[in-house]
């Protein structure tokens, strides 16, 4: 892999973690205070975890587009890019998330699909509580993944100069 290229996306990559870390403010500056009584506080909320999902989705996608060099647009596209993070690519790229994180991703992908599907439908409290609980479980989890993967690329990179 070229040094320049890699500075580049490595530099893409620092981006988008800074975005991934921008929305997990706000989401947890809108979570406060978050009672079933305030459906706008839930609905506010609700768009931080979409957009906190939809933030981790596009750095995948800066690595599939990098690396792959294809994301197709099937109607499964999402749940296939996220699997596509769990596999190492032999002699490409490792692996970008563990399974532990994938499962917690799957399970937003999820809300973030309903979030943007379902019109007319009432946020609940107690689904919105478990996205929530599961974003701030996911987020130190996905920063130490990505801080992994860049490790290992740069150790990779570093063996083949």
Known sequence: ???????????????????????????????????????????????????????????????????????????RWHSLLLQRMTQPVQGIRPAVITAESYALLNALRGFRHFFRHAYGVSIEFAQLQSNLQKARQLKPMVDKDIQAFLQALSSDSAGNT
């Open 1 to 75: 892999m070229e040094t320049q290229n890699l500075a580049v996306f490595q530099a893409d990559i620092a981006a988008q973690c800074q975005a991934i870390e921008g929305v997990f403010v706000s989401l947890e500056q809108r979570a406060v205070g978050l009672t079933p009584e305030s459906p706008e506080k839930l609905e506010s909320v609700a768009y931080q975890l979409h957009n906190f999902y939809s933030a981790i989705e596009d750095l995948f996608r800066i690595i599939a587009n990098f690396f792959e060099n294809n994301v197709s647009e099937t109607a």
